[in-house]
């Protein structure tokens, strides 16, 4: 996954790597690292996330930050450089290596005529001033070179939470967000939101100091039917809202941009759902006798330390059904017009995250023990809660098990995880009616569905998948006679 580049003696640069599965791009979370700060051979700098999971990338050599080429929320593509290392700090003046263009430069004063004085610092991280030796193609309508540096200060000013010299602060635009018809002044934050919402910044009327045009700029720019606020005083100011959920205070709409895993999901559903024939079965069946295994178990010594519930029976029944029907554990291989048996099971658990919904999977679970089972249920759902869930974890499962029934749902129809061939919903168990031994008696009652590619599974099989696995939790012991 190491993907990296020595420009010089002294600097060595950090690509971004494809971290999974051949991932074109990937959505930098948060920094760990500032320039200045020391790291070390395998140290994290950064979180990213691309369209399957959070991933943190860890540096493969020791230095010191000298830049970080991109700022918190820019989506990067592959092979890019994100990050630049001094490896031999204290050892004099070195040429530091060429920043690559940024996706959406900022400081008027980096695309400016002419070349920026030798060893000029950035005018914000992740946007940096090209070294004399790069030539730069000048901007149409561009500010002589004062007029940029004044911009730069101002900016830098903002950043700094002071005011900018008056000698130098340009003036505010009475229309649009572009000074003297240049580049509108605005934060690496605002931009991306504005990108999002589609807004144009040249059309949005600054009210932040210097003429910089602030996050309540682009909401009331996306609203423009909501009569325009007085700007916030410092003391005033709210905090600002994360750039994933926009919404003005008055809006009648909040609009969330699609993108990282629930781009991804919505994506592979879409395909999942007009690719494969679904066709979905159901059964309700008596889950007493499982409830109290369940209640056994939590005390059995040899299930100590580890998390006992229904949903480990689950799918315990499951990987039994699919020992006594191996058939269903299939994928189709469009490519070559063939259906592709699996001789392993690795049982994808459906898991909603902050994030979205993913499924990892428990590698090879049919050979697992029931202790072995419950530990890795536990630790699949640990770390998909911390939002750590690696694009491996989530990549060949076969069959998925999802359990709306945690949400009060009796059951649902699932669609397909992409490249599986069945997916078991399992709804709420609750106190019902039932008849029990010809007398109606109150029961543990839930509701399974079993959907399953109707180009890989027929009726029948189906059928005796989903019946083996109710009755297992109706008879638990048939996990000893079955297994």
Not at 52 to 71: C, N, S, T
Not at 300 to 308: C, E, I, Q, T
Not at 424 to 435: D, E, H, M, N, T
Not at 442 to 461: K, M, N, W
Request: charged share 20%; with cysteine; glycine share 8%.
């Amino acid at each position: 996954m190491t993907t990296m580049t020595e420009t010089s003696a002294r600097f060595r640069e950090f690509k971004m790597p494809d971290v999974g599965e051949g991932l074109t791009e990937a959505e930098i979370l948060k920094w760990f690292v500032q320039p200045g700060d020391t790291v070390t051979d395998g140290q994290v700098v950064c979180e990213v996330e691309t369209a399957k999971a959070a991933v943190e990338l860890p540096i493969p050599f020791d230095g010191v930050v000298h830049e970080l080429r991109f700022p918190e929320g820019t989506t990067v593509d592959v092979g890019q450089v994100i990050i630049a290392i001094d490896v031999a700090p204290g050892s004099g003046d070195a040429p530091a290596p060429a920043a690559e263009p940024a996706q959406e430069p900022l400081a008027a004063a980096s695309q400016g005529d002419g070349d920026a004085p030798k060893g000029r610092t950035p005018v914000l991280v992740g946007y940096g001033v090209a070294e004399s030796s790069t030539k730069r193609r000048p901007r149409k309508g561009a500010s002589a070179a004062p007029e940029a540096a004044a911009v730069a200060a101002a900016v830098q000013a903002e950043l700094n939470g002071h005011a900018a010299p008056a000698a130098v602060a340009p003036a505010v635009p009475a229309q649009g967000g572009a000074p003297d018809g240049g580049r509108p002044l605005a934060k690496p934050p605002v931009r991306k939101l504005a990108k999002d919402l589609g807004i144009d910044l040249a059309t949005v009327v600054p009210t932040g100091k210097d003429g910089i045009i602030t996050r309540e700029d682009v909401h009331a720019a996306a609203a423009p039917a909501v009569a325009p606020v007085a700007a916030p005083t410092p003391s005033q100011a709210a905090p600002e809202a994360p750039a994933a959920a926009v919404a003005s205070a008055s809006a009648r709409e909040t609009r969330i941009p699609v993108k990282g895993v629930r781009k991804a999901i919505a994506q592979a559903m879409v395909g999942s759902a007009f690719t494969a024939p679904h066709v979905t079965e159901f059964v309700t069946v008596d889950v007493t006798r499982t409830m109290k295994l369940v209640a056994e178990l939590k005390e059995d010594k040899d299930m100590a330390g580890v998390r006992v519930n229904p949903l480990l029976i689950i799918a315990k029944a499951l990987l039994v059904a699919i020992k006594r029907n191996p058939e269903v554990n299939a994928a189709w291989d469009e490519a070559n017009q063939e259906i592709v048996q699996k001789h392993y099971v690795n049982l994808g658990i459906a898991a909603a995250t902050p994030r979205g919904l993913i499924v990892p999977n428990i590698k090879d679970a049919h050979e697992k023990t029931l202790p072995q089972l419950a530990a890795a249920l536990g630790e699949l759902v640990t770390t998909a809660r911390d939002g750590k869930t690696s694009p491996a974890a989530m990549a060949g499962g076969t069959v998925t098990i999802t359990n709306v029934g945690v949400f009060g749902v009796d059951t649902g129809t699932p669609i397909l995880n992409p490249g599986e061939s069945a997916i078991l919903a399992v709804g709420a168990i609750k106190l019902q009616p039932w008849v029990h031994k010809g007398k109606v008696k109150p029961r543990q009652v839930t509701t399974l569905a079993l959907s399953f590619d109707h180009r890989l599974v027929d009726g029948e099989l189906g059928s005796k998948v989903l019946a083996d696995v109710a009755a297992i939790l109706e008879q638990p012991k048939r996990l000893i006679t079955w297994a």
